[in-house]
């Protein structure tokens, strides 16, 4: 059985992939801008139409089988989380650790959702090829019900449909004009639901605005470059474009398709087979279950139509046509919940059973890693251009100075501040008592630092993280003094009632000669005091306020009271 399947341009433009995925026949381009994205824009509107499960130019009668397997779905969906589930950590140069990380995270986690961002971005590129990210700053709102809302810097995925960038025509590299354009449906003065065209067109220097092909506004560019990132997801040697995942997979899910809607008819058509009557009038038999027809001429026969097909061959056809798919997107047939026996599998033994997604996953890092340094670059320039006080040493944010070369003012202009690696965390899964392990041999021998180490176990801010470890471990130490200084107070007062010094499990202290000590007198040599053993040492400023924090620890603070004698005087004559 074969299906004729249109072009997907005239199936996008009728059905509702018609805003979402393909702008052919909504948004109108010009022959130039044709022949340049026309080609890129059909690949577009073929991948998400599969995507999204249109598999079919038609439908089948009613009551006919029609089966839609979205293999292509699950693979990009698959690819996409194993690839950013776990996220992406950023790391920069050491003379910026104090300001740079943290502004970063403000932007990536409070401004925007990260996680978010980062599956919106590979879904583009995996379906598409091609990912597009908008940079931009959002000033200070106020909303209806009064509460205000900081300015924050916008990382915004594009859908790679609406995105017309120009590019020097010897460097592929370098953007020198970027087009922004797509339909929208909106509400006219007089109330009737009407699309409507924008256009933004960004270059280095200005920024323009278009509705309806009429200029609305025109402004420079304060940030001096194009703040646009373009991702390709797999690159192609000589071409500015990428290529998606699925882009090789299309055919054969479609020829899947075909295949189960084949067996199926066969299996519908043989389970209400058609009885054949020979000899014999249909219309005299009661047709039913349990049914037992007699009088039939000698010669008649009454069978039913069987199944002569094997569909062993079938179904083995769509086994290999599904193992195909496997072996061109290297998504192993268990990561699809194929049922395998539990098995203490190594790292190592599970990396070489994922190779071929291990290996896709590093081509598309490479390149993404790229792009979401761009983005990062974007981010501090627009951060440091509409709030310039980010360019200071905070002391209230997650940063911490560590060296004395560490500046508290960032010069926007030194290329180093802009200089954001990409640390991309293992995809497959790891156990951590074995990493912890690892790590701990390693600091037993003298081969890893503490530093590294939190680094290793994907701390963002390891000096911030080793400060606080120190803190806690000066806080258990004076609260460990306290409860000494405690134990000291109640045995220093046993001592004055009862002349018997004690220790700690409450037994009486011999003296030096050998026998306990007599009521009044000290035990052995010991010396009374504050500060046995301590007459004539002068005691520095951190030592004093240590132990002035010890003291307080151990008893706590009263605060000074002083009685209102007008409220007592009141209550006497009340």
């Known amino acids: 059985m074969s299906f004729a399947f249109f072009p997907p341009n005239q199936r996008a433009a009728g059905s509702d992939l018609t805003i979402s995925v393909s702008p052919l026949g909504l948004v109108e381009l010009s022959d130039e801008d044709f022949e340049v994205h026309g080609p890129r824009l059909n ?94 700053y959002e000033p200070q709102w106020v909303d209806s019900a009064g509460g205000i809302h900081s300015g924050r810097v916008r990382i915004l995925p594009l859908n790679s449909a609406h995105c017309f960038p120009e590019y020097h025509p010897h460097d592929r590299d370098r953007l020198v004009g970027f087009k922004l354009r797509y339909k929208f449906w909106t509400t006219g003065a007089d109330g009737a639901r009407m699309v409507m065209t924008y256009t933004e067109v960004l270059t280095d220097t200005h920024i323009q605005e278009f509705l309806n092909d009429e200029l609305i506004d025109s402004r420079p560019n304060p940030l001096g470059v194009i703040p646009v990132a373009h991702i390709r997801n797999i690159s192609v040697s000589g071409s500015p474009w990428g290529l998606s995942d699925i882009g090789d997979i299309i055919s054969i899910n479609r020829e899947l398709n075909e295949k189960m809607t084949d067996v199926s008819d066969i299996i519908n058509y043989h389970a209400s087979p058609t009885t054949i009557v020979q000899g014999a009038k249909a219309s005299n038999l009661e047709r039913g279950p349990r049914k037992i027809w007699g009088g039939l001429p000698e010669k008649a026969k009454v069978y039913n139509l069987e199944n002569g097909v094997d569909l062993a061959g079938p179904m083995g056809y769509i086994q290999t046509l599904k193992l195909a798919m496997h072996e061109i997107t290297g998504v192993p047939e268990s990561a699809l919940g194929q049922m395998q026996p539990i098995s203490n599998t190594s790292g190592v033994a599970l990396s070489i059973q994922w190779y071929p997604l291990i290996n896709k996953n590093s081509l598309k890092q490479l390149n993404y890693g790229i792009g979401i340094k761009r983005i990062n670059e974007l981010v501090l320039r627009t951060l440091f251009c509409h709030e310039p006080e980010t360019l200071l040493y905070d002391p209230k944010t997650d940063g911490i100075k560590t060296e004395e070369e560490q500046p508290d003012l960032l010069d926007p202009n030194d290329p180093d501040v802009y200089n954001v690696d990409c640390v991309w965390p293992s995809p497959l899964p790891v156990d951590k008592l074995v990493a912890l392990n690892e790590i701990q041999a390693k600091l037993a021998i003298g081969l890893e630092s503490k530093r590294n180490a939190l680094v290793e176990l994907g701390e963002e801010f390891p000096d911030e993280r080793l400060e606080e470890m120190f803190s806690e471990q000066r806080r258990d130490v004076i ?96």
């Not at 999204?52 to 990009?76: K, S």
């Not at 002068?538 to 000074?560: E, F, H, M, R």
Request: charged share 20%; proline share 4%.
């Open 479 to 574: 609260e460990q003094g306290a409860l000494e200084l405690i134990k000291a107070t109640i045995s220093s007062a046993i001592l004055q009632m009862t002349g018997i010094a004690t220790e700690e499990g409450g037994k009486p202290v011999a003296s030096s000669e050998g026998s306990p000590a007599q009521p009044g007198t000290p035990a052995g040599n010991a010396q009374t005091g504050v500060l046995p053993g301590a007459t004539g040492i002068d005691l520095g400023v951190d030592t004093k306020s240590l132990l002035n924090q010890l003291v307080t620890t151990a008893y706590g603070t009263k605060l000074p009271q002083r009685r209102n004698s007008e409220d007592a005087s009141n209550q006497e004559t009340s």
């Open 43 to 136: 690949r577009y509107a073929t991948n998400f139409a599969f995507y999204l499960g249109h598999h079919w130019a038609y439908r089948r009668e009613a009551g006919e089988p029609q089966i839609t397997l979205n293999y292509v779905a699950t693979f990009a969906r698959y690819i996409n989380n194993f690839c950013f589930s776990k996220g992406v950590k950023f790391a920069v140069s050491k003379r910026f650790e104090h300001i740079v990380p943290a502004l970063l995270k403000r932007v990536w986690e409070v401004d925007n959702d990260k996680q978010s961002l980062l599956n919106s971005v590979g879904e583009q590129g995996g379906i598409t090829g091609d990912s597009f990210v908008k940079v931009a």
